[in-house]
């Protein structure tokens, strides 16, 4: 059991989570983005109660250092990085965010320096020391921040609002110390290796986009949008809407005219959408043309935001932990 502060603080952190995504998976399924100022309002939850948590575990000097440069980290994605002429100009926000910085800076080499001797593998296997455990833990949180931001830049996680929710939840959520899960079971008690919360909600995620195909399917059979074999290829990604439905809608359309060799036109549809997101003028004029074809209607992609898996991945979450330890170690036995 946690110490009943620890205890409530867990709670506290599930709630703010919940809160959280459920108004930026709102705003970014109206909207198609979500502002900074969204970002910048819950940023201060979450250094709160992880404020809270190190006030909790007397945490030393250099891991309240280690802890802000994890903070000033996730910090440039919504308000940018100071540059030496606002700096030498005096702008007190790029003064102050520099010696966030240099104080966050100063906290990790001290750190190194005074737990540099303990590795990652003695915190796994508990033979660390509670400071250098909690030390090695913020590491994790700025290297996790990092990583999203990494991800951002290559492509690999395409929304900004996606990546600094993932950035958000790795300060709300450091480690699983505070938030084990609701069925807590014999083989995450044992395992040693835990997902960071923050990976294991991407993960969680990920896999919530498996229930689609199935989904779609079924709709699109109880529908009758299956009559031949082609009908069916789509089913399981796509749907079909009526053409006077798509317009202002957050989809792509896969049905295009083409020409035949006899010289007449002719709809056929595409398995992805464009490479390019075509503008509003360009999709009303698709949608004309189909109708000029006789179609009532046409195969649509939807547009997914991830942040919409991501607060639904909250269920299995709360529930089974991280992914691996659930899946992964019962199939190893």
Same mark, same amino acid.
């Given at each position: ?54 006030? /909790? &575990? ?6 309240? +250092?280690? $802890? #802000?440069?994890? !903070? @000033? %980290? ?79 830049? /290559? &492509? ?6 996606? +990546?600094? $929710? #993932?950035?958000? !939840? @790795? %300060? ?88 035949? +060799? ?72």
């Amino acid at each position: 059991m946690l110490p009943e502060p620890l205890t409530i603080l867990g709670w506290a952190r599930w709630l703010g989570l919940i809160t959280c995504f459920a108004g930026a998976a709102w705003l970014d399924q109206k909207y198609r983005r979500v502002a900074n100022s969204y970002w910048i309002s819950w940023a201060k939850v979450a250094v709160f109660l992880w404020a809270l948590e190190l006030m /909790v &575990r007397e945490a030393g000097w250099e891991i309240w +250092a280690t $802890a #802000l440069a994890a !903070v @000033a %980290l996730a910090s440039m994605s919504v308000i940018g990085r100071p540059t030496f002429k606002d700096i030498f100009a005096g702008n007190l926000m790029d003064v102050c965010v520099s010696m966030t910085y240099l104080i966050g800076l100063s906290g990790i080499v001290v750190g190194a320096l005074s737990y540099g001797q303990v590795t990652p593998i003695d915190v796994l296997i508990g033979e660390a020391s509670p400071e250098a455990s909690l030390w090695w833990a913020t590491v994790s949180v700025l290297v996790l921040v990092w990583i999203f931001e990494m991800m951002w830049k /290559v &492509r690999l996680i395409h929304g900004g609002a996606d +990546a600094k $929710a #993932l950035m958000w !939840v @790795a %300060l709300l959520m450091p480690n699983w110390s505070t938030i084990p899960p609701l069925v807590y079971s014999d083989k995450w008690g044992e395992s040693i290796i835990h997902m960071p919360p923050a990976i294991s909600l991407l993960i969680w995620g990920a896999l919530a986009f498996l229930a689609i195909p199935p989904l779609f399917i079924l709709q699109n059979l109880r529908r009758g949008n299956i009559s031949s074999l082609q009908d069916l290829g789509q089913a399981w990604h796509a749907q079909k809407v009526e053409l006077d439905k798509i317009a202002g809608a957050h989809v792509w359309i896969l049905d295009e005219i083409f020409d035949k +060799a006899d010289g007449t036109r002719s709809i056929r549809s595409r398995k992805r959408p464009p490479s390019k997101t075509p503008t509003e003028e360009q999709m009303l004029q698709q949608i004309n043309d189909l109708r000029e074809l006789g179609a009532e209607s046409a195969w649509v992609s939807f547009k997914w935001p991830l942040l919409t898996f991501l607060f639904f991945a909250i269920i299995p979450m709360m529930l089974f932990g991280d992914p691996f330890t659930f899946i992964m170690l019962p199939l190893l036995g």
